[in-house]
């Protein structure tokens, strides 16, 4: 059974368009994240959900919406998108809200033409 | 902020031989060091981490250490094998802070049999 599991793996789309990735974790973690990945390899966290309660927000474009329905679950939406959000988008959750030991998703690669 | 500068960028080592990894870290106050590698296609994974009450630990064919007053770590992997070929990254938090984790810029491995 996959731990960390996010849909879809691959997302080609053209810029203006509303996109949603999905994320879902089986591990019994209190926290998950949403963290992008740019071309070059650099990780950076876009947001942290603990118990369904935001503690991260880092500077993100508000385009860029987090919807956690449970503590399972923490789910990405994007509107109108843009070339620049081309990346790949990880999922990852942990035990509780120290930022230590993620477990992340396999990825979503998001490409925007 | 936490700043992580990680080097090399890139490695090439022969099957069986040694790799080194080095980063380094700014803030004084970090005091949780983990390790991931990310495989082509995946997601990281956490093969090893160190907390600064301790200057190395050991895994297997992988190592880490830790100095505390130039605040710097690495990795050290010993006899490599082609599996081994992955991006790796090392990353520092202050534990039990709600800060995110920073992550290094990554280091391609690649193993030559």
């Known amino acids: 059974d996959t731990a960390v599991s996010q849909t879809p793996k691959y997302l080609v789309t053209q810029m203006g368009n509303d996109k949603s990735i999905k994320c879902e974790q089986n591990?019994?973690?209190?926290?998950m994240y949403w963290y992008k990945q740019d071309s070059k390899k650099f990780l950076k966290i876009m947001f942290s959900?603990?118990?369904?309660?935001?503690?991260i927000n880092e500077t993100v474009p508000n385009r860029f919406s987090p919807k956690s329905p449970d503590k399972a679950h923490l789910n990405l939406h994007i509107n109108s998108l843009e070339l620049g959000d081309s990346a790949v988008y990880f999922c990852?959750?942990?035990?509780?809200?120290?930022?230590?030991?993620?477990?992340f998703g396999s990825g979503t690669q998001l490409s925007v033409l | 902020g936490e700043n992580v500068e990680q080097h090399p960028s890139t490695l090439s080592v022969q099957e069986g031989d040694s790799a080194v990894i080095k980063c380094t870290y700014s803030?004084?106050?970090?005091?949780?060091f983990p390790w991931y590698k990310q495989e082509l296609g995946k997601g990281p994974q956490l093969i090893i981490d160190?907390?600064?009450?301790?200057g190395e630990k050991k895994d297997q064919r992988i190592a880490v250490t830790l100095n505390k007053t130039a605040k710097h770590f690495s990795l050290h992997i010993t006899e490599t094998q082609p599996e081994d070929s992955a991006v790796y990254f090392c990353?520092?938090?202050?534990?039990?802070?709600?800060?995110?984790?920073?992550f290094g810029s990554g280091t391609q491995l690649t193993v030559l049999p």
């Open positions: 990852a959750s942990s035990q509780d809200g120290k930022n230590e030991k993620l477990f």
């Open positions: 591990l019994g973690h209190d926290t």
């Open positions: 959900y603990n118990n369904k309660e935001l503690i």
């Open positions: 803030d004084s106050a970090s005091n949780y």
């Open positions: 160190i907390r600064s009450n301790v």
């Open positions: 990353a520092a938090h202050l534990e039990g802070s709600a800060r995110q984790l920073t």
